[in-house]
């Protein structure tokens, strides 16, 4: 296993709060299935853990699990199983993982699924938990998210569109329902929304506070930040630590502090995480630079809106869904990157090409143009997986990060 | 005082001695020695050119993947920073920069003041770099050397459309034993690469005047190929493999001017 | 020298390409529009209703390269080859491109061509991926959203009695097709895989009254012909955007015999018929919600899968050939689910990797003679 780029802990004390809230949640789903018999719900990105917080079932992200086991060096086993049962090398390398993992048969991160629920967001997602459905003879609903063809600045998104997700979210209310035995309880719901709501809130609060000069909070903490916002939307506890985060930044800019002394560069980072080098951001550090922030949150947050309203919770979750930022035309894409480089300040701009991602690749080019017409910013790209560690080297993505860096100038 | 630029790259040293802003030593080493010692070496032996020795450096600018084991060194810089300078003092006409090494491939747009305004690099595609060469050359059974020569007097170019080195690699076994000649193969070969390579440089949308440096300029053959694949006439410096060495000279040199350290 | 011979010599690689040129400048010529579309879930319908000729986007069996500057080299082969094409103005000629939301390669596709390429009209359906019974209905409002689109670019509506008339054509080209595919039932097809190839590839860029003429002539020719001596074990190709007819050629000089395939350059393309009654626009919904899946669309899960054992056992086929395009992942993941279940029955498989077009032509063979070999 190479060793990634060493790291010293959080910026911010709140952050260490993070890995103790994940142990705590599954301590917590392990027992309320003991003693309550809840339910277990796998489910990948932009999924619905805000709806199955309305029943008594503890949603469970997988592929946040496999970033865990690549952060400990774990993950190379699983993607050699996985390869081994016949799945491609040249395939999400992502989901490879899951599959390594989820079908060891070890029990490894996770307690078993009682059921699965996905949405057909990327080409991958659609496809990868039927062999896992299988294998826990769990049943499993697949959501056809609909695209997003509107561009950000055009007209509203069609009725008939937002109709579509609503019928089929209504239908898996109906799938928690029947899996649950429970019936819906819209107080229930109401309140995992409001919750929900409350670390949303927290996040739009974290980005604004990002555009301070210096910095107070970026780089690693967003990173394990974002596993928050990933499995954790509608818990009061997971929103709790996510306002502690807020609160610890927003007296960090008070102060006038940043995540570096001397704070020289602002970078935007694109794509996926490394997720096997989370220190990597340590090293734009240690040479003056800031990663203000990253995109990859906003497959679970949006930064521009999609707030749900509590008041009328399946067609806000809906559209939510629909208007996030990697659903439908580059163009969607390209104006978020266009704000934040904006509010933000940023001076340039990494994009993390991992190989076997379509649906977050593809864009390079894009936005690699237009950021340098429109604001002068030099966009870096690196081809480096975001799972696999068995080709990483880490002195050379060090090297390209100066190389870039000292053109910064 | 002279000043010095190292380059340790992955499996060569390239130091480059100057003295008044005039090159007076320069040395390549191909070395799997660590980079401390290879750096030493190298720069050994450019010294020697210009009849000198360490102690008449006043400072060492080392470049690289392997900069930061470079002992005798003041400081290390960026490799890119590296290139564009030395290109740029070399030619002040370059505007592109591409730069095929062992193990990588880079392109530089340099702007009017020979300052970097983007780059972009292929460190992981093989089929990009030298080291595919290498590979072709020895199932060819022909010196690197040899290959400008076989390709450039080819009548066909064996086609080889594998992205990936390794099929690539078994797309030559196969026309080596369909008794494909072997200038048709290398020009296969330089084809293939220019093709890699063309789409790295069309990403920094690509301006005259272009310089092509790294080892694997000193295939005429691969020049060419890389030519007619990207549309433009390139220059190629004498010794093009030491232009990152010479931009960490000058650099070297501006801080003795400076008298900065 | 055949008639049916000398036919099918003309819908070569080249030649269909020339065709193909020909056909649209005389469209163009006479005022007409010709628009690309990129998937088979395009309804090709909609854009004949409206009197614009439908040409499919494709790309070449030459390497490129001009496409990896603008979407990275890890992904899809082939929508990398369209790109190139577009970006080296070979569909200047082109009006506009109709794209599907099918697979995320299609997408950037259509996002790089809008952008890099241009287009004067740009249309993007949004294909549902589930069989759940809300897709119809959101399927036919995309249509409609189509429809609309269309009619303001072309300047001309689309009634529903035109729409009807388009269906009824474009069926009967399909049902002609199959007819052409039922000859290669027998034990002797009366012609090749690579043959097949041209003749289905010239029916996605020719005017369709024009193919069907042709299919008509080689249905009524073909019977009177020497057919080809077929030897080897019956084979079958399964996968995805097959543009060239390279492999199909591989897998005859291997040894075998590509009898029937499951491919969208191929059975895909023509294997559903529209419904004729009732609502043509709601008809088109159905067909193209109904029709046998890409392997992009995941549910209904084995919908693909029974189509190649239907087909293993109305084609008597000996053996299966997987192509896997390189970077497709919708594929990739169907081969370790299917092919257990073939093994289980005895169907010999085979897995084949190509990064699209000549890559690796020759070991590609030697894979598949050895796996003629263990079939016979």
């Known amino acids: 296993m190479v060793a990634p780029t060493p790291t010293k802990r959080f910026g911010l004390k709140a952050t260490s709060g993070v890995s103790r809230l994940m142990k705590d949640y599954a301590r917590r789903a392990r027992k309320a299935r003991e003693e309550e018999g809840a339910k277990i719900a796998w489910h990948w990105a932009v999924c619905h853990p805000e709806i199955m917080r309305a029943f008594n079932i503890y949603p469970f992200m997988v592929e946040l699990h496999s970033a865990y086991l690549a952060a400990k060096g774990e993950i190379s086993q699983y993607l050699e199983m996985a390869e081994g049962w016949g799945f491609s090398r040249d395939a999400c390398t992502m989901h490879r993982a899951c599959l390594g993992h989820s079908l060891a048969g070890e029990g490894v991160m996770l307690p078993n699924p009682d059921m699965l629920v996905c949405t057909t967001s990327c080409d991958s997602s659609g496809k990868a938990l039927f062999p896992i459905a299988d294998q826990f003879d769990a049943p499993y609903l697949l959501l056809d998210l609909p695209w997003n063809v509107q561009s950000a600045e055009g007209p509203e ?21 029947k899996t649950t035995g429970e019936k819906l309880d819209p107080a229930r719901l109401r309140e995992s929304f409001v919750q929900a709501n409350r670390m949303h809130s927290a996040w739009h609060d974290i980005v604004k506070l990002k555009a301070n000069v ?72 240690q040479l003056g630079a800031v990663v203000v922030k990253a995109e990859l949150d906003q497959m679970y947050a949006g930064i521009y809106g999609g707030m749900l309203d509590p008041d009328n919770p399946i067609e806000s979750f809906a559209r939510k869904h ?3 930022m990697y659903n439908g035309l580059v163009e969607n894409r390209i104006e978020i990157t266009r704000r934040m480089v904006r509010d933000l300040k940023i001076d340039g701009i990494v994009y993390m090409s991992a190989p076997f991602c379509h649906l977050l690749g593809g864009g390079q080019r894009i936005i690699k143009d237009l950021m340098s017409k429109e604001f002068g910013v030099p966009t870096m790209v690196i081809d480096v997986d975001n799972i696999d560690p068995r080709s990483y080297n880490p002195d050379l993505i060090h090297s390209r990060i100066e190389d870039f860096l000292e053109m910064l100038g | 005082m002279l000043a010095a630029g190292i380059d340790v790259g992955a499996t060569s040293a390239k130091a480059v001695v100057l003295s008044d802003g005039q090159i007076v030593g320069q040395a390549s080493l191909v070395t799997g020695e660590e980079a401390s010692v290879a750096a030493r070496l190298v720069l050994e032996e450019a010294l020697k050119m210009a009849g000198a020795s360490l102690s008449d450096v006043g400072a060492i600018i080392a470049t690289g993947i392997g900069k930061g084991s470079v002992d005798v060194a003041t400081r290390s810089k960026s490799e890119v920073i590296c290139l564009g300078k030395g290109a740029a003092w070399l030619f002040p006409e370059t505007r592109t920069v591409i730069d095929i090494g062992a193990e990588s491939s880079k392109v530089l747009r340099l702007n009017d003041n020979g300052g970097v305004d983007d780059f972009a690099s292929n460190d992981k595609c093989a089929s990009g770099t030298g080291v595919f060469l290498e590979a072709a050359a020895k199932i060819l059974e022909v010196k690197l050397e040899q290959l400008a020569e076989l390709s450039l007097a080819a009548a066909n170019k064996a086609p080889i459309s594998g992205m990936c ?31 890699r390579v063309s789409s790295v440089v069309n990403r920094v949308n690509p301006q005259a005047s272009v310089l092509m440096c790294g080892g694997v300029a000193r295939n005429a053959g691969m020049v060419r190929a890389l030519e007619l694949k990207i549309g433009f006439d390139m220059i190629v410096p004498d010794n093009p493999e030491r232009v990152a060495a010479v931009g960490a000279a000058l650099i070297a040199s501006d801080m003795l001017a400076r008298g900065t350290r | 020298m055949t008639v049916a011979s000398d036919l099918l010599g003309r819908l070569t690689y080249e030649g269909v390409s020339d065709l193909s040129e020909e056909a649209i400048a005389q469209w163009k010529d006479r005022g007409g529009r010709a628009i690309g579309w990129t998937c088979i879930y395009a309804p090709e319908e909609l854009l004949h209703a409206a009197g614009i000729l439908p040409v499919r986007i494709m790309g070449t069996p030459d390497p490129q390269s001009i496409a990896d500057a603008y979407l990275p080299s890890n992904m899809c082969p082939f929508v990398r080859s369209c790109l190139g094409q577009g970006l080296t103005k070979s569909y200047q000629q082109l009006d506009g491109i109709l794209s599907s939301h099918t697979c ?30 809300f897709a119809y209905g959101y399927l036919y409002e995309e249509m409609k959203r189509l429809v609309n689109e269309v009619e303001a670019f072309a300047g001309t509506k689309i009634t529903s009695d ?39 590839r010239a029916g996605m860029v020719l005017p369709k009254e024009q193919h069907n003429a042709i299919l008509r002539e080689l249905l009524d020719e073909l019977p009177r012909s020497d057919a080809p001596k077929g030897k080897g074990p019956r084979l079958m190709i399964s996968g995805s955007c097959i543009d060239t007819p390279i492999f199909p050629k591989i897998v005859e000089e291997a040894g075998g015999q590509l009898v029937v395939d499951d491919l969208c350059f191929g059975s895909r393309y023509f294997w559903d018929e529209v419904a004729e009654d009732g609502d043509p626009l709601e008809a088109l919904s159905h067909r193209y919600l109904e029709k046998i899946p890409c392997g992009c669309i995941p549910l209904p899960r084995y919908s693909r899968y029974e189509f190649v054992r239907e087909l293993i056992k109305d084609y008597r086929v000996d053996g299966v050939i997987f192509f896997g395009q390189k970077f497709c992942d919708p594929y990739a993941y169907d081969f370790p689910d299917h092919q257990p279940l073939l093994e289980k029955d005895g169907i010999p498989v085979i897995q084949l990797e190509v990064e699209h077009a000549s890559v690796g032509a020759g070991q590609l063979k030697t894979r598949v003679q050895a796996f003629v070999e263990m079939i016979r």
């Open chain 1, 157 to 177: 998104i069609q009725e008939y569109r937002v109709r579509y997700y609503v019928q089929q979210l209504e239908e898996l209310i109906e799938f928690l329902e």
């Open chain 1, 214 to 285: 210096p910095c107070p909070i970026g780089g690693k903490d967003e990173v394990v930040a974002t596993g928050i916002l990933m499995q954790l939307q509608g818990d009061r506890e997971g929103a709790d630590v996510m306002e502690q985060i807020r609160d610890e930044a927003a007296e960090k800019a008070a102060r006038g502090e940043g995540v570096v002394a001397d704070e020289q560069y602002r970078i935007l980072w694109l794509g996926p995480y490394i997720a096997y080098d989370v220190g990597l951001s340590d090293y734009f550090e």
């Open chain 1, 322 to 324: 629909i208007t996030y």
């Open chain 2, 165 to 195: 080195a390794v099929f690539a690699e078994s797309e030559i076994v196969s026309h080596v034993h369909t008794d494909t000649p072997k200038g048709d193969i290398v020009a296969g070969v330089h084809e293939a690469i220019a093709g």
């Open chain 3, 104 to 133: 995320d390669a299609m997408v950037k596709l259509f996002d790089t061509w809008r952008l890099f390429v241009g287009a004067r009209f740009s249309f993007i359906i949004d294909q549902p991926h589930t069989d759940n019974r």
């Open chain 3, 162 to 200: 035109a729409l009807r008339n388009s269906i009824k054509l474009y069926n009967e080209n399909r049902r002609l097709l199959k007819q052409l595919y039922e000859l290669r039932k027998a034990d002797n097809p009366p012609l090749v895989g690579s043959q097949v190839h041209g003749v289905v």
